[in-house]
């Protein structure tokens, strides 16, 4: 199964239109996809319309300054990845934009692939947040419609522990369950079985489009089943075997 990662889009933001085509070009080349906007307020409408997983935008605009497209999108977007690109005489405003909320800064004369790691490495964090709070939905629903404490109470009562009489009124849980509760490392790591467990069986066992889904590489894909005690191949079986009552 070949599952296609989507490109990052990043918005570009310069009233320079060599720096914005060279951008794009290199940018394209790297693996991403960009929309350019060639001010402040451009780059607003632009991000408002939605798509874009990144930032990267000058700090002197003709309209707005960066400090200003800063405050503006991570108004609109607590967690969007803006990163500044400042010039000689300007560090002060890039690092004052960091303040502000930016995501990280890039002093010109840049290459364009220090520009693309800055970025790479700002979409794949803002991804890992995600993923996190798509692994806790996920897990949420699994196990327990309610909130995270009633998902840790259902674990809880699945492990082994002593029987304990008598209810225990401060959360209304059954004290059983107290006696019983799994340390955070045990239920973070239950919950990253189910997770893996679920991208395999979306999968049919195939590891490589597993990780992609995961926006892991491979072979940390590969570490993280060993570490969890997962094995690929009982998906494989299953996906053969449901192909084959199928035909």
Do not use: W
């Amino acid at each position: 199964m070949d599952v296609q990662v989507p490109r990052p889009c990043v918005l570009v933001i310069d009233d320079e239109e060599s720096l914005r085509l060279s951008l794009a070009k290199g940018l394209t080349r790297l693996g991403f996809e960009t929309v350019p906007a060639a001010n402040g307020t451009e780059g607003v409408q632009r991000f408002r319309a939605g798509g874009i997983d990144a930032v990267l935008t000058d700090v002197r605009l003709p309209d707005l300054s960066g400090l200003d497209v800063v405050a503006v999108l991570t108004e609109v977007d607590a967690q969007v990845p803006v990163v500044v690109m400042t010039g000689f005489g300007t560090l002060d405003t890039a690092l004052e934009a960091l303040r502000r909320g930016a995501k990280d800064y890039v002093a010109k004369p840049f290459a364009v692939e220090d520009v693309g790691r800055v970025l790479a490495r700002a979409v794949g964090e803002r991804r890992l947040v995600d993923e996190n709070r798509r692994l806790r939905a996920l897990v949420e629903r699994r196990f327990a419609p309610a909130e995270y404490q009633q998902v840790e109470a259902t674990l809880a009562a699945q492990a082994p522990g002593p029987p304990t009489a008598g209810p225990d009124p401060s959360e209304g849980v059954p004290q059983a369950q107290h006696a019983s509760a799994l340390p955070l490392r045990e239920a973070q790591r239950r919950f990253e079985q189910e997770y893996v467990r679920d991208l395999l069986d979306r999968t049919g066992g195939n590891v490589a489009a597993a990780a992609q889904m995961a926006g892991i590489s491979r072979p940390n894909f590969h570490k993280k089943l060993r570490a969890l005690g997962v094995e690929a191949s009982g998906f494989r079986q299953a996906s053969r075997r449901a192909r084959g009552n199928r035909a």
